[in-house]
């Protein structure tokens, strides 16, 4: 694995760990896709760093699961200033 991707993985789980931010928003902070932000930190830090793999393992899965809770919410504060 080339040495700017291994960086870029690093990078981007340091970011995820300290902020707990999404993998959406690590992408804009980053100028990269959401692809590449969610295969650098799922499949490649597990091969560079697992422990650090696990760590983030856990933040986005969270994520996912409150998911629809965010969600939900972004479209009550759509029509709440509609009106």
């Known amino acids: ?9 690093h990078m981007l789980a340091d970011y995820i760990l ?11 902070k980053f100028n990269v896709s959401k692809s590449t932000v969610h295969k650098d930190v799922t499949q490649r830090l597990r091969v560079v760093d697992n422990e ?3 760590r983030v393992k856990e933040i986005l899965e969270h994520n996912l699961s409150v998911r ?16």
């Open 1 to 9: 694995m080339k040495q700017h991707i291994k960086n870029r993985a």
């Open 18 to 28: 300290e902020t707990r931010h999404t993998v959406r928003e690590a992408s804009k």
């Open 52 to 54: 650090k793999y696990e």
């Open 68 to 83: 629809h809770i965010r969600g939900g919410e972004m479209t009550r504060l759509k029509y709440e200033n509609m009106i």
